[in-house]
């Protein structure tokens, strides 16, 4: 059986990382021989996610980026730790640093991070309060191929999900964090095995139906 290790980056609360732990232990995923999530990497020591890690027993280890002078040099650490696991797939689950060009290389078509709308519309942060801002009446999330330009990316999967009349920040926010728990999963697996590809910064399928690529919520 081919190992297919899946590293998780972290900064924060681990919810996605816990949707993902869920899922790997599921039945559905047997047909994934091999899949498991082999570490949990944080930036920040006080992430709330290591506790996920620990309760579900993977290993974890923080590499803090205060500790370093410039980015390369916590990029070259991280991808050290990240090396140890030899991942098929490294998974960026609420990371909250961006990763310079050399070290999104080094994990070219390995390297998927889960953003907080419909992209490419509002990239980088305060996504929901963006959506509103703008009187969107879709919003959702978008797991994609990491490329050296933040949150551009070859789309794999995108969530959609309805903006109300009533919606606040929070509200909206935790409408797009339950989908989002649904979608990381099924993108990670698509890319584990080998359905979902990515070729010249482009998605190549293979006996992939479009309902596994949108999820709509009523
Ligand atoms: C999620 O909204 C994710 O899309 C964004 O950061 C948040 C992480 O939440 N990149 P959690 O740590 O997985 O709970």
Known sequence: MTSKNIV????????????LLNAAADERWEDTP??????????????AGLAIARKFGIPWHVVLHT???SRESFDEALARTVDRYAPAL???????RVLTPGFVRRYEGRLVNIHPSLLPLFPGLHTHRKALAAGVRVHGATVHFVSPDVDNGAIIAQAVV???????????????LEEEHRLLPRAVKLVLEGRVRCENE??????????????LAP
């Open 8 to 19: 998780v980056l972290i900064s924060g609360r681990g919810t996605n990382l816990e949707a």
């Open 90 to 96: 490294v998974v960026l689950a609420g990371f909250m």
């Open 202 to 215: 482009r998605v190549v399928l293979d006996r992939v139906g479009a309902d596994e690529l949108a999820l």
């Open 67 to 69: 500790e370093f002078g």
């Open 34 to 47: 091999g899949a498991r999530v082999a570490a949990v990497i944080s930036n920040r020591g006080d992430a």
């Open 162 to 176: 309805p903006v109300r009349p009533e919606d606040d920040e929070a509200s909206l926010a935790a409408r797009v």
